[in-house]
C-alpha cells in the first residue's frame, strides 16, 4: 500500500549562493521551487482554461479571498465543493487573506484591533474581515496554503506608522494561527504561511521575522513589498528580509513581478511568486519574451511572419505570427487576449524551470547576468 502524500513538506534538493532550489510536497501534488503562480482573482485566471495553465507548467496557482468572499461567496463555494472542483483546478492553491486588497480600499474601510470594516466595491455592502474570518474563508474555500490576515500599509508612511502596523499584523498572525489550527481536517489537509512586514526598515523586518518563527509557521511571507518602493529599494530589502525567515520553510515574495525582478529576488532567496502582470499585460498587448518586453499593438508588427519569440516553446509562438496577435489585438478580439495571456503564463514558467536548472547546475549567476543583458536589450 502507498503512503499517503503528506500535508506539506519542503525539501531544498540545490543552492547556489543564496538561490535554493527545491520542492513542496502537498496532497494535491508537487510544487517545484522556484515557483510562480498564477493569479486566479476570481476562480479563474483571466482568458485562460485552468488546463491551459497546467499545461504551461504552473504547479499552483493563487485564489483572492477578498473577491471569492464578495462573489460568489465563500458558503456558495463550499456548499459546491470547493474551489478546486467549482474552478476544475486539482492541484494547489494557495488563497491570499485579503488584507492587501482592503489595503487599496483605503476610501472605504476602517481597521481596529479586531480587524477591518469596508465596503463592498461591488455594492457598497457593508462586511468585516478579522484574522478568524479570513481562516474561515479560506478553510471553506478549501486552500492548501493559507496565509495569515495581515495589514500592508503603504510604503509611504512614517516609519511609526509601518512599525504599529507590523506589530498588530503579528498580533493578527498569532490569532490566524490559533483559528486555523481550530479548523478541524482542514487544518490536518492544509499549510499556514506566516507574512512579514516592515516596510524597508531593516530593524522592523528583523522583529516581524522574529514573532513570525516565535509562532511557528509551514511557510513565510515576504510582504509589504512591490507596492510602489521600486526595483532598487525592493531589492535593498531583499538583500537582508529572506535570511531573517527561517532557513528550512519555504520563502514567497508577494505580488512580485516583472521577470527581472523575479531572477533578483531568486538570487537573495526567495522561493515563491505570484502576479497579475503576466495576465494583465496579456490582455492589453504586452508580451514578455526573452529579449524583454514587446508592445505587439505597435505598427511595426502589423506585417511580422516572426513568432512573439523565437526562443519560447510554447504553443502560441510555435502557432502564430507577430502579424496575427498585432491583429487581433489591435480588432480588440478576445482572442487576442487569450493567445497572448497563454503565452506570458508560459514565459514565465519556462523562466522558472530555466532558473530551477541553472541553480541544480551550479551556474545560477552565470545565467542571471546572461538573462539581464537579453532582457534589457528588449
Not at 497546467?54 to 499552483?60: E, K, S
Not at 498580533?171 to 478541524?184: P, T
Not at 511572419?305 to 502564430?320: F, H, I, K, N, Q
Not at 487576442?336 to 541553472?358: D, K, P, S, V
Request: with cysteine.
Amino acid at each position: 500500500m502507498t503512503n499517503p502524500a503528506p500535508r506539506f513538506a519542503f525539501a531544498i534538493h540545490a543552492r547556489d549562493g543564496k538561490a535554493r532550489t527545491g520542492t513542496i510536497q502537498m496532497r494535491r501534488g508537487e510544487i517545484r521551487t522556484p515557483a510562480f503562480m498564477p493569479v486566479g482573482t476570481a476562480a479563474t485566471v483571466k482568458a485562460m482554461k485552468p488546463e491551459t495553465v497546467r499545461a504551461t507548467g504552473a504547479d499552483i496557482i493563487l485564489g483572492n479571498t477578498y473577491h471569492l468572499m464578495l462573489r460568489p461567496g465563500a458558503e456558495r463555494v463550499a456548499r459546491l465543493g470547493g474551489l478546486h472542483k467549482f474552478m476544475n483546478w486539482p492541484r494547489p492553491i494557495l488563497t491570499d487573506s485579503g488584507g492587501y486588497q482592503v489595503m487599496s480600499l483605503s476610501d472605504l474601510r476602517k481597521i481596529t484591533e479586531e480587524g477591518v470594516t469596508f465596503a463592498s466595491h461591488i455594492d457598497g455592502s457593508r462586511h468585516s474581515l478579522t484574522p478568524e474570518r479570513s481562516m474561515e474563508i479560506q478553510r471553506l474555500l478549501g486552500s492548501d496554503i493559507v496565509m495569515c490576515f495581515d495589514e500592508c500599509p503603504k510604503i509611504d508612511q512614517p516609519r511609526e506608522v509601518i512599525a504599529r502596523s507590523m506589530e498588530m499584523s503579528m498580533r493578527w498572525a498569532r490569532r490566524s494561527r490559533a483559528a486555523f489550527d481550530a479548523g478541524g481536517d482542514h487544518a490536518e489537509g492544509s499549510a499556514l504561511f506566516g507574512i512579514q512586514q516592515g516596510g524597508l526598515d531593516e530593524r522592523l523586518r528583523a522583529e516581524s521575522a522574529g514573532a513570525l518563527a516565535e509562532i511557528g509557521f509551514d511557510g513565510y511571507a515576504i510582504g509589504g513589498l512591490a507596492v510602489g518602493e521600486g526595483q532598487e529599494a525592493m531589492f535593498a530589502t531583499l538583500d537582508f528580509a529572506p535570511a531573517m525567515l527561517p532557513e528550512d520553510r519555504p520563502r514567497y515574495l508577494m505580488g512580485v513581478g516583472k521577470p527581472d525582478d523575479l531572477v533578483g529576488a531568486v538570487e537573495r532567496g526567495v522561493d515563491m511568486f505570484d502576479c497579475v502582470l503576466p495576465s494583465r499585460s496579456g490582455r492589453n498587448g504586452q508580451a514578455f519574451t526573452w529579449a524583454g518586453p514587446v508592445n505587439i499593438r505597435n505598427a511595426k508588427h502589423a506585417e511580422d511572419s516572426a513568432p512573439l519569440d523565437e526562443r519560447c516553446g510554447c504553443s502560441v509562438c510555435a502557432t502564430y505570427s507577430r502579424a496575427y496577435l498585432h491583429h487581433l489585438v489591435k480588432s480588440g478580439e478576445i482572442l487576442g487576449a487569450m493567445l497572448m495571456t497563454e503565452h506570458n503564463i508560459a514565459f514565465y514558467q519556462q523562466l522558472m524551470a530555466a532558473m530551477r536548472a541553472a541553480i541544480a547546475e551550479g551556474r545560477f549567476a552565470g545565467f542571471a547576468a546572461d538573462f539581464r543583458r537579453d532582457y534589457r536589450k528588449g
